[in-house]
């Protein structure tokens, strides 16, 4: 699902008062710069199941504000001229960034780590989400390509062009990489099905990435793009390229296991084991 954002659409990033609040602020406030729109702050607190503890819903509300001042000094400090609105409400957070998102540039939520059977909050809005969201890493290098995960299936169209629009803000290099799912039918053999030809599938499988981002670089002239094809399990290569990529940016399709299905298999990998910064596009 596809939404038009207009120029002043903000960027949002919502904290909860854990280390994870710090590269999410950091990442949201520097995308907030890139693409010249405001910042909207949310320190979201779920009130307690029992209605009438007073005390734990004062704790509650204490700990947001106290993670709402935190976040907002840090702003304040490093970048006093960016326009940024904070409210602290109450709430499932997760709920409150898809309500959200359809008058959003950009969600940024914070990675964390995962409970067996139960989504984590990125993973929920990066599932739901009207706009494309980036789930915060401590690693991977600034100055790093941005790495775009293709598989020759999904439409590469809103991948690209999310793609190709974060190289040209960042000044860096776009690297499509096209990682096989399946093999290409012209790399096996006419007579023999299962004689198959390494060389042809590589030749196929670049001639494929080629035909995708036909008409890109007429859009983008100067971003520089260096196509890839990859031979591995997808998870494992888009994870070892977050290191050193600015940004990796990965489309949602469900596939898998049922903890995976509406997120999508490889896209929940890479979320939760990427060093850097991680955009979803649906």
Known sequence: MSTAHWPNDPVFVAVSGTPADTPAVHLAAAEAILRRRPLHLLAVYEPPSERNDRVAVTTALAGARLAMTDALLWLRASHPDLEVDCR???G??????VTRSGTAA????????PVR???TVGERVAAYARCPVLV????????GDVVVALDGIAPAEPLLGYGFEAAALRGVALRPM?????????AF????????????ADVEADRLLAEELAGWSEKY????????????HPVMALVEESATASLVVVGCRGQGTLRSMVLGSVCHGVLHHASGPVAVVR
């Open 106 to 113: 950009e969600v940024v939520v914070p990675v964390s780590t």
């Open 117 to 119: 059977g139960v989504p």
């Open 136 to 143: 915060s890493h401590a690693g991977g290098e600034p100055g």
């Open 92 to 97: 499932d957070p997760a709920v409150l960034l």
């Open 178 to 186: 096209l990682v096989w799912n399946a093999l290409p039918d012209s």
């Open 88 to 90: 602290v409400l109450p």
């Open 189 to 200: 053999g006419t007579l023999n099905p299962f004689a198959f030809d390494r060389a042809a």
């Open 221 to 232: 002239p100067d971003v520089h793009v260096e196509r890839t094809v990859v031979r591995r």
